[in-house]
Structure formats: structure tokens, C-alpha cells
């Protein structure tokens, strides 16, 4: 068996599990938005390294290649979708230094999930379901495909142990991840991120976060990340205010949240780094058929 | 029950019932690409109405959002993956007019599918088959939705009937795709249109193509568009002088057919217009939780 084709194989099993799963939990799934107005800022993450939003224009409007569904979901659970998820493609214009990292892509596909009125437990809950399911399911269904690619795909259990990341930062320095993810035996959860303005802070802690990164063990890094969102209209402005984010670019978006959004919790994980962990690969680019890893040349 | 909550779920119980489908006839699924060197050139048609393709640049290359999959479905097939499906977002920039039609997005998902050496009948029955599943399966799981949205969705059986291009305009005019999908009261397929390259003519009959489109009835319009794909070198290339395409745009996919392709035959169906088919909605931008209606402005 060609390793593209074991690639292949365990790529689509994913596919399959990762969408019944969340159909036999009672979502719906809704289709992705390639284009749209607004998108994802992807800020104010330090280390974030994306040059650029890739735009276009289309009959007098600028478009927005999808970054990441988050604004959308928000907007579907406002409109009365409780539960959802999309597998969505999303374009990340990445600085060609990210080829280095192992686990960037300029393309990937995300699939994106929000839940009405749920708290970070149940995120854990339902992911940890996941987690376990498809990696049982991978071991069960793709043996020759792992024995192929050399994979012994470790066994662990939920629930996942659970870390502040000042604590993570107290234990392996600022950039906690490689070696945190390296020395676990099992996925675990990070918690607590200054991040994008989306993200709930605890109003009863600022400075504390209401969101969390999945983390994969054996040094393959991230896995998953997401939060409660922040609902109330004054926090968003002010939210949005902090990151220096121009309004007007958000819009439509703030138009929707001025009666305050619908509280809800979710997350987000990339297809090719689940299967990147499954599988082994050394670049998250080689479970690709068509490879998207920033700074090659894209051949097709 | 509001009908974008309707149509949210005909939406989610039509992908998961033809992921299941395909996964379950032994295809693998293969990531959708987004941004390429190449894509659907969508041409010759006389009737394609797409303003430009959709392009961004990136670290020095120019980029074209897909408008379809059919070229890289046919590399996968050439490396190796003889059953394959991918669930992919097309961006088409239509002309604004093409409001008016019912059933024109400039950004939708389409189920693209493609079999190593198989013939025209092998994607019939497949598709017949599909098309009698989903509605059934719409008619058990989804009766709620189908009586909020008025929709009494009627029977129909395989095999679907067969009509030559040439036959339908003899009988409906040259236009006759809305006349005969409003007459018929099943699927059915039109057989044999002058299109695009990779659409393989019949060398034993010049002018006769081996390719199909499937036709919803009721003035739903049409489904599916396939074919069987000319593989050989020689042709590939005879065709793409006569349609007058620029031999460097397809250039790394000239490279790979030089020794010649696998033969394959597939084809392509838009999940909106089958979720409008299967509810009934008036416009195919009803479906979409996120109108894309060329023309009409893009509001989130």
C-alpha cells in the first residue's frame, strides 16, 4: 500500500466518524461560506502569523476567504440553531516560516461546532467522547493502514487531565506547548488563554478566560480550540475595543449583537491535525493529497 | 417551526445521508482544496454566465478559488484512489442576472465523485439509487420539515428515463431544460452535450459525447452534470486547442496526462439544489442559512 493512499484512508475514515458523531449527538450540520463580509481576526494572538486575509471583490463588495466559521456560528445559534457544526474549509495566509512548525497549513479543513447555553464542561464531555471514539474506531477499523505508516497509536482514557496555561507556563516557559504535548501520555486540556475578543473573559475574574485549547500528546501539539463566547453587546465593544479590531469591519456582526447574542460555548479542530496524530506523519502537510504547507510552491 | 430551521435540517439530514451513501458504496473521501494553479475552467457552455474566476495571490503565486473539483478528482483517481468523493465549496461569480434563474449561487457545496474505469451506467444506477435513498429517507426522518414547508415530495422509481440532448431540443426548443424538468414527474438524464474538455466524445461516433446531466423534475432543473473523461494524451490536448484554452493555465495538469490518464467517468450535484428539490423552496438562496444569490448583496 502507497503511504498517500493509507493517508487517504484514515483521512476519510475521520471524515465519516467525526460527522456521525456529531449527527448522533443531535447536531445539525450546516453548510460552510467560503466569502463573506466578515471573518475571523485571528488576534490578537502574538504568535499568530498570518500575512494577510485573502480577499476578493465580487459586484462592489470585498470579500473575506473564511478564516474560521466563529462569527457564523455565532450568528446560527442567534438564530435559533441550538446545536451545529460545519466542516468548513478555511484559508489561513501563513508567513512561509510556519512551514517549519510541522503542523501549519495555508488550507485546511476545520470542523466547527457551537452549542446554545453550554458551559466548557460540556465541551470537554462531548470532545472527550470524540477522542477516544475516533482513535478506538481508527485502531479497530485502519489497522493496515497504521501498520503501514509504522503508527502505534497509544491508548489513554477520559477524562483528560486539565491545566491552567499559567501553570504550563510556571512549568516549561512561555512557549509551553511542544514540550507539555511531548511529555504527555494523553490529550489534555489547556485552559485560560488571553485570546480573541470572541472569548468569554470570567466577569466575576478578569484576566481569566472562560476558553481552552485540546492539546495531543507525543509533541503533535494542538488539537482543538474554543470557549464560551461572550454574548452581552457592552462586553463585545469593549472586547473589540482592547484588540484595537476596526469596528467597521465587524459590522454586520455588531449589528446582530445589539440585543445581546445567545450565550454559547464550542470549539473548532482541523481535520489534517487529527489525522496527522492518528496516522504519525511527520508534517501535517503529508496526510494532504494535495499539499497546502506555507512557503512550498503549490504544484496543483 | 420556522422554515430556516426547516431547512437547516433537510440541509443536515441530506449531507449526512450522502456522506453515509458514498462511504457506504466504498468511496474514500478526499478534503476539499480551495485555492489552486488550476481549476474548472467551466466552459465552453454557451449558456455559463460566470463573470471571472476568483483569484488571490500568495507568496508570489496566483491562486484560483475552486469552481470545481473535476481536475483534481481526476489526479486523485491518477494517483491511485479509485473511488473517491469530496464535499466541496464551488465559488462561481455569476453574472448578476442569473438572480432570476431559481437556482444559481455564487457559493455553494457541491458532492463531486469519480470511479476509476467506469462507464455512464455505472454512475446511473449509483445516482438513481442515491436520489430514490435521499428522498425516501427525507420522507421517514424528516416529515415535520417537509409539512412546515408545504412540500408533498412525490414518488418516483428507477430506472430514471434517458433522453439525448438532441431529442430534448427537438421536443422542448433549444432551451428545453426548464419545459421538460416542469413536464417530467421523475429524474431524469440528458445525455450527450457539447462541453467542457474533459468530457470524453465517443471517437467511434464524433460529436456524440459519453456525459449526462440529471434533471429534477418539476421545473427543479438540473441535478447532477458528469461524464466520462477523455484520458488520452492526445485528445486531452485537441480538445483544449478546440475550445480555445490558454495551454498554460492547465499546465501541471498537461504535465500528469502526458502519459496519459486512468480512464474514469463521474460526476458533480449541488447539495443546495438538492435540498431545494427534496423541500421545495421556491429559490435555491432559500436553503442557505447564508443567502448567496448573485446580485443580491452579501450581508454576513
Redesign the interface.
Known amino acids: 500500500m502507497?503511504k498517500?493512499?493509507a493517508y487517504?484512508?484514515l483521512?476519510?475514515h475521520t471524515?465519516?466518524f467525526c460527522?456521525?458523531y456529531f449527527?448522533g449527538n443531535g447536531?445539525?450540520?450546516?453548510?460552510?461560506?467560503?466569502?463573506?463580509?466578515?471573518t475571523d481576526p485571528l488576534g490578537p494572538d502574538p504568535g499568530s502569523s498570518v500575512i494577510k486575509t485573502?480577499?476578493?471583490e465580487?459586484?462592489g463588495?470585498r470579500?473575506s476567504?473564511t478564516q474560521s466559521m466563529i462569527?457564523?456560528k455565532q450568528?446560527?445559534v442567534q438564530?435559533?440553531?441550538d446545536r451545529?457544526f460545519i466542516?468548513?474549509?478555511n484559508?489561513r495566509?501563513e508567513h512561509?516560516k510556519r512551514r517549519e512548525s510541522g503542523r501549519h497549513l495555508?488550507?485546511?479543513?476545520q470542523l466547527d461546532f457551537e452549542i446554545a447555553h453550554a458551559k466548557m464542561d460540556d465541551v470537554f464531555s462531548l470532545m472527550e467522547g470524540l477522542i477516544c471514539g475516533v482513535a478506538e474506531s481508527t485502531r479497530a477499523d485502519c489497522a493496515p493502514e497504521l501498520s503501514r505508516l509504522g503508527r502505534a497509536l497509544p491508548r489513554f482514557a477520559a477524562p483528560f487531565p486539565r491545566h491552567t496555561t499559567a501553570e504550563l507556563i510556571a512549568r516549561y516557559g512561555l512557549d509551553w506547548e511542544p514540550a507539555a504535548s511531548k511529555e504527555h501520555k494523553s490529550p489534555f486540556w489547556a485552559i485560560s488563554h488571553k485570546r480573541e475578543f470572541y472569548d468569554r473573559e470570567d466577569p466575576e475574574s478578569p484576566g481569566t478566560y472562560r476558553n481552552y485549547d485540546l492539546i495531543y500528546p507525543e509533541g503533535f501539539g494542538e488539537a482543538l480550540s474554543g470557549g464560551e463566547r461572550e454574548w452581552e453587546f457592552d462586553r463585545i465593544m469593549s472586547r473589540i475595543g482592547r484588540d484595537r479590531l476596526g469596528k467597521a469591519q465587524f459590522s454586520?456582526?455588531i449589528e446582530?449583537a445589539k440585543g445581546g447574542l445567545t450565550p454559547s460555548a464550542g470549539g473548532g479542530f482541523g481535520?489534517?491535525r487529527m489525522v496527522r496524530y492518528l496516522s504519525g506523519a511527520p508534517h501535517v502537510g503529508d496526510v494532504?493529497?494535495?499539499r497546502?504547507v506555507?512557503?512550498e510552491?503549490?504544484?496543483?
Open positions: 502507497e498517500r493512499k487517504a484512508k483521512t476519510s471524515l465519516a460527522a456521525n449527527h447536531f445539525t450540520q450546516l453548510m460552510p461560506v467560503m466569502l463573506s463580509p466578515i485573502g480577499e476578493i465580487y459586484l463588495q470579500l476567504l462569527l457564523h450568528i446560527a438564530s435559533g440553531i451545529l466542516l468548513s474549509p484559508v495566509l512561509p495555508f488550507e485546511f479543513s454586520p456582526y446582530l481535520i489534517e494532504q493529497l494535495f497546502r506555507p512557503g510552491p503549490v504544484v496543483v
